[in-house]
């Protein structure tokens, strides 16, 4: 890339490098990013469609799941990447409403672009867009409606919203939502005035089994490990847990060691000796008045055995973050050398204890000192089946989490975006000036969401939508939303279509957010050609040349 400067031409960029500027930079940017959104508008709402998604590998993935849609389509575009971390954003603060935060900001992107035919800046726009999201952030939290946390019948009503769009089935949601309110509910924890949940605590554990209906909620951990002697106990109660991260093996030496041994009685005597090194650690364990042992490492045969005797369950090869776990739920102290075993270092659990789960055994530690991990176990028949399971038990218990945290909840089905939109086309008048047409802009994208929930459920749209807004100009109008089913505008609370204020919030916020940023960007400079071969992605069209 040249450019002159006293007539000298000045090489700033590589040969090779592609750039694109302004309009077409822009426009490049939002036609990808309407493309993406497009692509996840069907799979919106309980009645979208599923999306078979094969990666390069030939491994197929059948789900609805805003984000792991998006994470297994291989986005090569920049722009494709972006909506990709945003959509991780939303996932990792709420948990749920990551295809809501993508349509909305293929949207955004949409009327923006119309709005920069009528010349209207790009600056304008995003103050325009910051203004109605400050705006509508204020509105979700007036009509959010506020919970109580011990009222089980809406947290219920929010679990199972959120798994509406997971093909698991109404039963088997009904059981998920149970589980994952006890789940929520046992770990949470009071930090100040704030209900705090840490959803590291809670383990998701998959094995196969008869059906979803097995799933179940276990105080404790689960390990996917067993017993590794079978002269062990499978069962302790009371049970002195010490955790180790340390091989209880003969240590190998560091050099490759050859010894010579000329007469049989010293291979006796070589094998005795470590025996007695082994000895000595097992000596150790029991010494401490440890009855059952996790061991990060391998245990030897011959150690195996020693343990069995003295009737301490073992089990080896136990995974980092299931140590730690262990540690955190047990009190145990992670030791790194069997000398330094002491009973100060040992953790309890009421219970230590080896099942069979489907065809395998697992161990499980229940009734810990600390009961502030629970791990849920999902069981079900196909593969397949287990991953949808896995998402939705995932969304069930990110939406409860975040109930906890703030607890209030605003009706779905739409009504929540409609009565935004309602609002913020009386706040856009007041704004006046270009930057009205922004926010009527921002008004109006919110209506994809009820638009696409009706368009996904096969009814008329245009009906539909002149319905649901004359609803909301109604008095008390704030909760009628689309019941996707019959196509009538009813009251979402009635129905218990509940969504976490949360999750809302956080999807206009990362849809304003990431809008705001594709607007900003007026220029592309691409090291390397993204493709060797065929088109050009839109918006990285041939170089262009400038001249000062
Ligand atoms: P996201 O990834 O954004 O969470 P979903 O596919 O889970 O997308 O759909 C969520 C939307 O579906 C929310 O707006 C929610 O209110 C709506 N929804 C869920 N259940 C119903 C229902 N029974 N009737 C109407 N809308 C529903
Ligand atoms: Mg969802």
Redesign the pocket.
Known sequence: MAYTAGGQPVLILKEDTQRSRDREARRGNITVAMIVAEALKS????R?MDKMLVDSLGDITIT?D?YTILDEMELEHPIGKMIKEAAKTQEDMVG?????ATILTGELLKKAHDLLDEDIHPTIIISGYRKALTRALDVLGDIGIDVDLVDRETLRNVAQ??M??KAIGTTAAKHFAEIAIDAVMQVAEKRGEEDYVDKDNIQIVKKEGRSLGETELIRGIVLDKEVVHQGMPKRLENSRIALVNAPLEVEKTEFDAEIRIRDPTHIRAFLDQEARLLEKKVERVKESGATALFCQKGIDDVAQSMLAKAGILAIRRVKESDVENLSKATGAEIISSFDDMDAEDLGWAGLVEERKIGDDKMVFVEDCKTPTAVCVLIRAGLERMMEEAERAMDDAISVVADVYRTPKVVA???AAEAELARQLRSYAVKIGGREQLAVEAFSDALDV?PKT?VENAGHDILDTMVALRAAHEEEDGHYM????HTGDIVDMRE?G?L?PVKVKEQAVKTATELASMVLRIDDIIAATKPKEEGAPPPGMGEEEEEEF
Not at 43 to 46: F, K, R, W
Not at 481 to 484: A, I, K, N, Q
């Open positions: 799979a919106l709402g309980p979208g609805n805003g749920d409403g990551c295809t809501t919203t959120s509406s769009s779905g089905g739409g969401v929930l939303g689309v019941e996707v129905k279509v969504d």
